[in-house]
């Protein structure tokens, strides 16, 4: 039986790249702190540019992720549809007890039972690299995304089993972010169908 397992809704792309220490010392100076989200999209306009180059950023936001690039749909802002697609014979077709789900991905994750929480929600929770002597700190942005995250055709068999589906989450900084859906040895593929808007957040956390 052949099933589609579509993920939509809101969500949001975080970058996270490590400072040098002058860039840390500007960009926390109260002065200068205020324009930070500006300058990552390339306005200097409110700063000036008569300060040291070490100070100034290579490129816009997107492309400062020197410790990683994260995201993905939002926890508690995305839409899961599970639906039968192709069946096997006429029977399936009309047999009411065939599986499916189209709601927030919240209630059906609450509409799971303990055991099978257990088994399908994995969140892991993203850390900091370990402390070192020359990163004062790391810049943190974050730009909203919308539309389709992830979708698939997956040949389930006779039936689908909830308890080969597994949710894979990471949590960022308080947010939690749906990665990947995997069923059995299948992951659903990301797609290109989703807006980025604009950034959102910008903010620098001491290492």
């Given at each position: 039986m052949l099933y589609s397992i579509e993920i939509h809704g809101n969500g949001a792309e975080v970058g996270i790249h490590k400072l040098t220490k002058a860039q840390y010392d500007f960009w926390t100076n109260p002065e200068y702190q205020p324009y930070l989200k500006e300058v990552l999209v390339e306005d200097y306009d409110s700063v000036g540019?008569?300060?040291?180059?070490?100070?100034?950023?290579?490129?816009?936001?997107?492309?400062?992720?020197?410790?990683?690039?994260?995201?993905?749909?939002?926890?508690?802002?995305?839409?899961?549809?599970?639906?039968p697609i192709e069946f096997d014979n006429e029977e399936d077709a009309e047999d009411e007890n065939i599986y499916s789900y189209?709601?927030?991905?919240?209630?059906?994750?609450?509409?799971?039972?303990?055991?099978?929480?257990?088994?399908?929600?994995?969140?892991?929770?993203?850390?900091?690299?370990?402390k070192k002597p020359k990163t004062p700190g790391y810049?943190?942005?974050?730009?909203?995304?919308?539309?389709?995250?992830?979708?698939?055709?997956?040949?389930?068999g006779k039936k689908f089993d909830l308890k080969k589906l597994q949710l894979n989450f990471r949590k960022v900084l308080g947010d939690i972010f749906l990665e990947?859906?995997?069923?059995?040895?299948?992951q659903l593929e990301p797609t290109d169908s989703w807006e980025t808007g604009a950034l959102i957040e910008a903010d620098i956390i001491k290492a």
């Open positions: 540019h008569d300060h040291p180059d070490e100070i100034y950023f290579p490129d816009s936001y997107s492309g400062l992720c020197n410790v990683d690039y994260l995201g993905g749909g939002y926890l508690g802002g995305l839409w899961i549809e599970i639906t189209d709601d927030e991905l919240n209630d059906f994750m609450e509409s799971l039972t303990p055991a099978q929480y257990k088994k399908i929600v994995n969140i892991e929770e993203f850390e900091l690299p370990a810049l943190v942005w974050k730009a909203e995304e919308t539309g389709m995250f992830l979708e698939g055709e997956i040949d389930v990947s859906v995997t069923y059995e040895d299948y």
